[in-house]
């Protein structure tokens, strides 16, 4: 009790905060200005919103210049190079998804101002992930990303499907919250902290605790679910074909880099002494992800559908890592952010040609690509480079991504980890058979019905395009530039 | 060799001239047909003056050595720099890159096949050409992977948009078998990377293929170098194409565009051979003495395999795809031995096969483009309704089947002698029974190639085209064959002209192999 | 695992005393049903109409009204407990918060959120006459695109 009375005022860094901030800011007035303006000031939201997320970019970059590392709240928050990286790769993504959203949500007619506010506090959640260091914060910025998006993704909800989108995703996420919050308590009762550190040291000295496996356990499950690792990603590719493409596009990139954030912290600091327990969990995980996401993306004949399946794969191809985590934790969080930063750009590009076909086919069926090449051969490029990208194909930009995880794996050395590599060599083939089909039909095939009016593409889809294309060639040419990032990262990840 | 102004661009302009004009072709409406095809053969013929500089300039009594280095940082990260240079080894296959791609743009000018779209063929042709002229100069594994790659999808589109009726099918294995290839083969990299160590123990961590040819190996121990030559062999192996990952050449050939199936006769499958000499044996040369009698036996399986492959065909253009197989069957042969002959003898089959095949190719496609079938049945009085093809298509037959005096004869005839003797470590019984079998397989491309000839230009023309007026060589296809019908013919007489230039790298990496073997 | 002991011997009690509850009024209440023991139960008062089978929409919105100020409260009680430790600090961060959940509350009366009079159309329809069918992604048939009215009328389902 005597702890309790004797308060003192928090010290808190204003400007370490002002990202968060200023996004709140922002999102709070996107909704003074409807409430105001009402449907006058429609046309005005995704500008507004899009400054909001290039405003709160700039604390990011003074902090980043700034370098020295901020800790808050007991360490519970942190603002180091790993965090700030991660900041703006979220708004960076986010401002990317707002270009992508502005005209379906206008021609769609849905509403405006919600929408982008929800955008807006879902990225909220994500600067914040980046930043948390200690259960609570994690689970608080996991929420905070979470249940915005779950009402996105019933965003069109005159229809039936992306209702079910929305409910599923909804569902789904819940339970995993009740699963991992389950797995935090037993964490937390045994570590007597919910700081990551703290953890660290407790559970590291509890070898043979059944009840430490167990709370590690649904800990990782709960994220797995997030990240839509198999066997828990059933809900993924309904999510993302019934949602909105542009929120698919965010699901897909924004909200699984976040949770592969948490994981990042999590095993690799709270969990750094159990690599018993998280090694084989990985590696297991990891495999099935791979394997099984790219062999249903085989069988897909909707295109986003087929980008979901491919994402729960990339998916996999992300947690690589994480299962030789204590082998090789350098390398292994460089691959694992290199491979975020890279993917981000890659998928969202794919995503962005996808909305910008479907203006003219009105479908996402991938017949309804045939014959692209002849009439729109710009969009048709574009595809193939994003393509080519998730397939790992040099000079695209993806072939770094697989590269830093076969890097991780051979430094970490071994025969599991040898063994994985083959698994994602293999994988790397697979994946290109169905990539290669949309190519095929890009490339190979008559338009159907021979309707080869062009392709209208907008002021904003030409930009979320160009952005795309730009990075992802450039983190093919010049990796070094994504690397410089990973590396950072990891400075500040396990330094901490 | 300090390298000074305009030599340190030579290199990296041959590389990326070609790409360039891609980017200047792309930027040119489809209307302006002929500037863009102006635009697209003049930066390929620029990097071939730039070829033709690089050839004079290069000091051949150096030729063992790297000259036009460039080393510049490129990903300090992962510690991998922009190196490219040029020694006796990658000067030949440069400049057979450099020629083929313009002699190709030339004979696609009026040609280019369904459905059109020369813009299109030309920027992938150009970008194509980038990514082989840089594999043959990287002196940095991830360069050299990246230009490797580079190859893929420009290779995977003529196949695809312009191929014949199966060309899907084609087109993705010849792409999904690569891929599995190049991804085991990047492991590997990674594994030398890894692993590497200098004499003195200490970890090199290093992409530097000059500096990992010098350590060659110490340090890795024999069971670690079988893997990871295992992987390199995956990747490069299936480049090769050898038996068994074979069998997306055939369809590969047969379904490309004419000049689809000269690039990749010519000079891709080259990419594989040339890993092999460049990469795989001198960086790990105790994993390329135990692999040796194994890719030795999987080379004479594939020249018996292929010649009678090429017996059972009744498609003119499968046929020469399967000839191919026989062909890079000799040259493997060759390296299996680990002989400066056998070495030096793959090296000049690499060319020359290049050439030769390159050529029969030509004579396919537009023997195709006449009649508009391949089928061997249907074809026949070639010499009479056309004779001056005729001619050429026996010539570069008695060529490719190892006649005496022209190129193809100095490919086999060495590498099937240096097997009689292979080098140090090999066992003498096992290559010993492999010549025996390849000297079979010359016998069996005589057959093959000399049957082929008499169906298709002896005799009659057949019933079915005797009324037609088959159109002789003309202008384009004169100036595209020409240059290989030349070299054919001078490799042929005066083969010293590429066995001096190779002999110094080539008995370098031999030395090597050999100190290791003694060392055992 | 001693110490879990009392929790589970307390579930199984619990789990007990239902069943019993259950099958000794089964066994031992007498059954007499009568028409108004049968009807449903509304403070006594006869029924007048046939029972909704659902609720207006707008009780959903009434509700969520409840939650936020709920939360508001779970909040504000503990503050008001240590508002002397607390001090101006604590007021500061009090009245910010307030201040944001204020906002939501006018935004659900801008919204016409707390409108309770007839069914009126929505200020910003969520589908308009003009999308057609085909102008989402996917084709997505006619589900849920029929009329406005469908949409606007949902309070008058009652």
């Not at chain 1, 429609?42 to 500008?47: L, N, V, Y």
């Not at chain 1, 076909?357 to 002849?374: H, P, W």
């Not at chain 1, 076969?406 to 994988?427: C, I, P, S």
Request: glycine share 10%; aromatic share 12%; proline share 4%.
């Amino acid at each position: 009790m005597e702890a309790l009375l004797a308060f003192s005022r928090p010290a808190l860094d204003w400007h370490a905060l002002a990202p968060e901030l200023t996004l709140l800011a922002f999102g709070t007035l996107i909704t003074v200005v409807d409430i105001i303006w009402d449907d006058r000031s429609k046309q005005a939201m995704p500008t507004l919103a899009g400054i909001g997320l290039l405003a709160t970019l700039l604390p990011v970059i003074t902090l980043a210049l700034d370098g020295t590392d901020r800790t808050m709240f007991g360490g519970a928050y942190v603002i180091d190079d790993f965090s700030l990286v991660l900041k703006a790769l979220f708004l960076i993504s986010g401002y990317v998804v707002i270009l992508m959203s502005v005209d379906y949500i206008r021609d769609g007619d849905y509403y405006e101002n919600e929408y982008y506010t929800l955008m807006l506090t879902s990225l909220l959640g994500m600067v914040m992930m980046s930043s948390s260091r200690d259960l609570i914060s994690v689970f608080v910025a996991l929420e905070l990303l979470s249940i915005p998006a779950y009402m996105l993704a019933a965003w069109r909800k005159g229809g039936a499907r992306s209702n079910e989108a929305g409910l599923k995703y909804y569902l789904m996420g819940v339970f995993a919250s009740a699963v991992m919050l389950y797995g935090m308590s037993l964490v937390y009762g045994l570590a007597g902290s919910t700081a990551f550190g703290a953890i660290a040291e407790e559970l590291g000295s509890l070898d043979s605790s059944p009840v430490a496996i167990l709370g590690i356990l649904f800990i990782l499950i709960g994220f797995a679910f997030k990240v839509s690792a198999v066997p828990f990603h059933t809900w993924a590719p309904d999510t993302y074909e019934g949602a909105p493409t542009p929120v698919t596009a965010f699901l897909a990139v924004a909200s699984k880099t976040a949770g592969m954030v948490a994981l990042i912290q999590l095993v690799f600091v709270a969990f750094a002494g159990r690599d018993d327990v998280v090694q084989p969990f990985f590696w297991l995980i990891a495999a099935l992800t791979m394997t099984i996401g790219n062999l249903i993306a085989l069988r897909q004949t909707n295109i986003v559908r087929l980008l979901a399946y491919s994402g729960v794969a990339q998916g996999g191809f992300m947690l690589v890592p994480f299962a030789v985590a204590a082998d090789a934790p350098a390398r292994a969080v460089e691959a694992v952010v290199i491979y975020m930063a890279i993917y981000a750009f890659m998928n969202l590009g794919a995503f962005t040609v996808v909305l910008a076909v479907a203006r003219k086919t009105r479908s996402g069926e991938i017949d309804s690509y045939g014959g692209l090449f002849q009439y729109a051969p710009g969009l048709a490029v574009a595809m193939t480079i994003f393509l080519a990208a998730l397939a790992g194909i040099p000079p695209a930009g993806g072939w770094f991504a697989k590269f830093g995880l076969f890097r991780a794996l051979l430094d970490a050395g071994g025969g599991w980890a040898a063994g994985l590599g083959v698994v994602v060599a293999v994988n790397t083939v697979i994946a290109f058979a169905y990539y290669a089909r949309i190519l095929g039909q890009m490339w190979f095939q008559p338009a159907p019905d021979g309707d080869e009016r062009p392709v209208v593409m907008t002021g904003s889809l030409k930009a979320a395009l160009a952005m795309t294309i730009i990075a992802t060639m450039a983190f093919g040419i010049l990796p070094g530039l994504v690397g410089h990032f990973g590396e950072v990262s990891v400075l500040s990840a396990l330094g901490g | 060799m300090e390298v000074t102004g305009f030599d340190t661009w030579v290199l990296s302009l041959a590389v990326f001239l070609p790409l360039v004009g891609a980017l200047i072709v792309m930027l040119i409406p489809k209307a302006y047909e002929t500037e863009l095809k102006l635009v697209a053969l003049g930066s390929s013929l620029i990097a071939l003056v730039v070829g033709a500089y690089i050839a004079i300039q290069f000091d051949y009594g150096a030729a063992g050595e790297l000259q036009f280095v460039v080393d510049k940082g490129w990903i300090d990260v992962i510690n991998s720099r922009y190196i490219v240079g040029l020694d006796g080894l990658s000067l030949p296959l440069l400049l057979l890159s450099l020629v083929v791609v313009p002699l190709c743009l030339i004979y696609s000018w009026n040609h280019i096949p369904d459905p059109g779209n020369p813009k299109a063929f030309f920027v992938l042709l150009l970008i194509l050409s980038t990514g082989m002229n840089g594999s043959f100069v990287s002196q940095d594994m991830i360069l050299f992977f990246v230009f490797f790659e580079v190859v893929l999808l420009p290779m995977y589109f003529l196949i695809g948009v312009w191929g014949g009726e199966d060309r899907r099918y084609a087109s993705l294995k010849f792409f999904l078998y690569t891929l599995f290839g190049s991804a085991l083969m990047i492991i590997s990299f990674l594994a030398l990377f890894f692993l590497s160590k200098d004499a003195s123990g200490q970890l090199l961590q290093t992409f530097d293929m000059r500096v990992l040819t010098d350590v060659a190996g110490v340090g890795i121990i024999k069971s670690t170098q079988v893997w990871i030559f295992a992987g390199l062999f995956m990747g490069f192996g299936i480049k090769v194409p050898m038996f068994p990952f074979h069998t997306w050449l055939p369809d590969a050939h047969t379904q490309a565009p004419t000049v689809g199936s000269v690039i990749l006769a010519a000079v891709l499958l080259k990419l594989g051979t040339y890993g092999f000499i460049r990469i795989a044996i001198p960086f790990l040369p105790e994993g390329a003495i135990a692999w040796a009698p194994w890719i030795g036996l999987l080379a004479v399986i594939g020249i018996i395999y292929g010649a009678l492959g090429c017996l059972a065909q009744k498609d003119m253009k499968r046929l020469i795809a399967f000839s191919s197989v026989a062909h890079m069957g000799f040259v493997m042969l060759g390296i299996a031995t680990l002989t400066d002959f056998g070495i030096n003898a793959a090296v000049f089959g690499m060319v020359a096969h290049g050439l030769i095949t390159g050529m029969l190719f030509f004579v396919a496609g537009s023997i195709k483009e006449r009649y508009h079938t391949l089928e061997i049945a249907r074809l026949g009085g070639l010499l009479k309704s056309a004779p001056r093809m005729g001619w050429i298509l026996g010539f570069a037959s008695m060529a490719s089947l190892g006649l005496p005096g022209l190129a193809g004869f100095w490919g086999e005839f060495p590498a099937i002698l240096s097997a009689y003797n292979p080098g140090a470590g090999l066992s003498e019984e096992v290559f010993r029974v492999y010549m025996v079998i390849a000297a079979i397989g010359t016998v069996l491309a005589a057959g093959y190639l000399l049957w082929l000839y008499q169906r298709t230009a002896f005799g009659e023309p057949t019933e079915e085209f005797a009324e037609q007026k088959i159109a002789d060589v003309n202008r384009d296809e004169w100036i595209a064959w020409m240059p290989f019908l030349i070299g054919i013919v001078l490799f042929g007489v005066w083969p010293n002209l590429i066995f001096n230039v190779t002999d110094d790298v080539v008995s370098g990496i031999t030395a090597s192999v050999e100190a290791i073997a003694a060392g055992n | 695992m001693e110490q879990y002991l009392p929790v589970l011997t307390l579930g199984v009690l619990g789990v007990l005393f239902v069943l019993l509850s259950i099958v000794a009024s089964r066994l031992l209440a007498p059954e007499r049903a009568t028409v108004a023991k049968r009807s449903a139960y509304e403070c006594g008062v006869t029924e007048q109409v046939a029972i909704p089978e659902r609720f207006p929409v707008k009780f959903y919105l009434v509700a969520m009204l409840f939650i936020m100020f709920d939360i508001e409260i779970v909040f504000l009680y503990p503050w008001a407990v240590a508002n002397d430790e607390l001090g101006l600090f604590g007021l500061v961060a009090m009245t910010i918060f307030a201040g944001i959940f204020f906002l939501s509350f006018v935004y659900e009366l801008a919204k016409g959120g707390l409108n309770w009079g007839p069914g009126r159309q929505l200020i910003t329809p969520a589908t308009s006459p003009e999308r057609t069918t085909t102008s989402t992604i996917r084709k997505v048939g006619l589900e849920g695109r029929i009329e406005i009215e469908t949409a606007a009328d949902d309070s008058e389902a009652a």
